[in-house]
């Protein structure tokens, strides 16, 4: 029985990579194991969040660690812990910020949808520089006393989201300017989790607070860690569900509780990741790349590059020539409309990825067929 098919809701071939719009991730099977063995029972979940975390903690090497409903709740949840610490009257306050350090800054290249994560905890963001180039001189003339942090998007530096190079500040510049100005580094790297040397790269950096989507690891769609320095990873955890239930405290965190079952995911696919062999996952990846490449070598009005790595793993991209009757865009929303649906990532007006991932390899021709009959 397919649940899906059940209820009507039309199957989607996944070749976007882990995406909180397509469910995030299918999960291996070692850890579908250890969520219906956690199913099975009961559990006091103020132990089983702290033992985990402290695993977790182990696992990438940071001095503390807090698993969290995604890594946009862990960017709130670290926010708070940095305008409050322990101080319980404060954290009962949240989110009305009178009286605290509250002002978060962030580089105006770097702004993306996700940053709204950092003012849920009442804290204001002040973008500084502009769309072309951020200075020192920027971030530091907007450091006063309401300063608490500095918000970090990895990558940010080199491509926007738009694809178009910047000069923003790079991490080791942010990190310099925050620690002579006695201010926390609060990173989001949600699916920077690959190569693995990723997970512990900018705590060893030295950034404060490290926000990541367990979904890129393997774990379930609404999941994340929060890692870094227990000053402010001790702080979160006490505006989190667990200090709402157990520490008695009116914190914002109560409408991010999770499930026993995803604190358990979370762990397991971490250990997972950390541990498992991915030459041998990118080349299963790459396998299915060069399947779909043979199988699309015939259509007319593309180029198809190589297999790439993207993100966590490979990608095909298919370029568009000026005879092609429409856009990326326009493909995209072609591959979209059928029944099973393909979701496609958009590269620019003329490109598509496509991720192997997240596809399974007898969906290929499917996907290949759709594309010959779309642009043949």
């Not at 812990?81 to 101080?87: L, P, V």
């Not at 989507?213 to 929060?226: E, P, S």
Request: charged share 25%; hydrophobic share 40%.
């Amino acid at each position: 029985m397919n649940i899906y098919d059940e209820i009507g809701v039309k199957k989607v071939i996944n070749t976007l990579g882990n995406s909180t719009v397509l469910g995030g991730n299918t999960t291996s099977g070692e850890v579908k194991e250890a969520i219906e063995s956690a199913s099975n029972n009961y559990v006091d979940m103020k132990e089983l969040t702290d033992t985990c975390r402290k695993l977790v903690a182990d696992l990438i090497g940071s001095e503390s660690a807090l698993i969290t409903p995604g890594a946009a709740s862990a960017l709130s949840l670290a926010t708070a812990g940095a305008m409050t610490g322990t101080d319980r009257t404060l954290i009962e306050q949240i989110p009305d910020t009178t009286g605290m350090k509250n002002e978060v800054i962030i580089q105006t290249q770097l702004r993306v949808p996700y940053d709204k994560a950092i003012e849920v905890a009442g804290a204001k963001l002040i973008e500084v520089g502009s769309s072309e180039k951020t200075s020192v001189e920027h971030i530091t003339n907007a450091i006063n006393n309401n300063t608490i942090a500095i918000h970090y998007l990895p990558g940010g530096e080199s491509v926007a989201s738009s694809g178009k190079h910047t000069n923003a500040l790079d991490i080791e510049t942010i990190i310099k300017i925050a620690k002579d100005n006695n201010i926390y580094v609060i990173v989001d790297a949600a699916g920077q989790v690959y190569p693995t040397d990723n997970l512990t790269k900018y705590i060893k950096m030295g950034a404060d607070a490290v926000a990541y989507g367990a979904k890129y690891f393997g774990a379930l769609n609404g999941t994340g860690i929060l890692v870094g320095k227990s000053e402010i990873i001790e702080a979160a955890r006490l505006h989190s569900f667990i200090g709402f239930e157990f520490e008695k405290l009116r914190s914002i965190g109560r409408s991010m509780k999770m499930d026993k079952e995803d604190v358990i995911a979370v762990y397991v696919a971490l250990k997972q990741w950390m541990t498992m062999n991915h030459e041998e996952r990118i080349e299963i990846a790459e396998k299915k790349a060069l399947l779909l490449k043979d199988k699309i070598s015939s259509v007319s009005n593309i180029s198809i590059s190589e297999p790439d790595i993207s993100g966590t793993t490979i990608g095909l991209k298919i370029t568009l020539n000026e005879n092609c009757p429409f856009n990326a865009d326009q493909l995209s929303e072609k591959l979209a409309s059928g029944n099973p649906s393909i979701w496609a990532r958009g590269d620019d007006d003329t490109s598509v990825i496509f991720r192997m991932g997240t596809v399974n390899e007898e969906d290929l021709d499917i996907v290949a067929d759709k594309l010959k009959e779309i642009l043949n």
